[in-house]
């Protein structure tokens, strides 16, 4: 498993690749292919054909790690390369991390992590009066507004 920080940036190949290729024609490919450095320390990512196989190339301070997996049954998800610019397409780190663990992310949902109203709520003697505070981005919630 790969520990993964959410800043890394991770680039997947949109043409499958020859897996008899090492580190240096991976390079190279980066290189020529893509038009990127490979010694960002970005990740490059590169599947055969039959989906079965990932390799990940990066760049680390003093040398290249190559990363290779092979599923023993079924394939690795399809990536949509239609927003795709070039030899490749960018996905986030969260994204490789669920596709090398075999999440389905067609039907994997991500939950919001925002309350979109807060309601604070007090009795008096003329009845109960709440207080609504929008948060940044809500449209239509008035920020501070005062019901009765």
């Excluded at 290249?64 to 399809?78: P, Q, V």
Aim: charged fraction near 30%.
């Amino acid at each position: 498993m790969l520990a993964l920080s959410s800043l890394a940036r991770v680039f997947v190949a949109r043409e499958v690749v020859d897996f008899r290729r090492g580190i240096d024609s991976l390079h190279s490919l980066v290189r020529d292919g893509f038009g990127d450095d490979p010694l960002s320390g970005h990740l490059f990512v590169f599947f055969n054909r039959f989906r079965d196989r990932v390799k990940i190339i990066v760049w680390d301070r003093n040398g290249f790690w190559l990363h290779s997996k092979r599923l023993e049954r079924g394939t690795f998800e399809s990536i949509d390369l239609t927003h795709a610019s070039g030899g490749r397409v960018e996905i986030d780190a969260l994204r490789l991390q669920l596709l090398l663990e075999g999440i389905e992310l067609r039907s994997a949902r991500s939950k919001k992590h925002f309350v979109r109203e807060i309601r604070l709520g007090a009795r008096d003697g003329d009845g109960r009066r709440t207080l609504a505070v929008a948060v940044a981005g809500d449209r239509g919630a008035q920020g501070g507004a005062a019901r009765a």
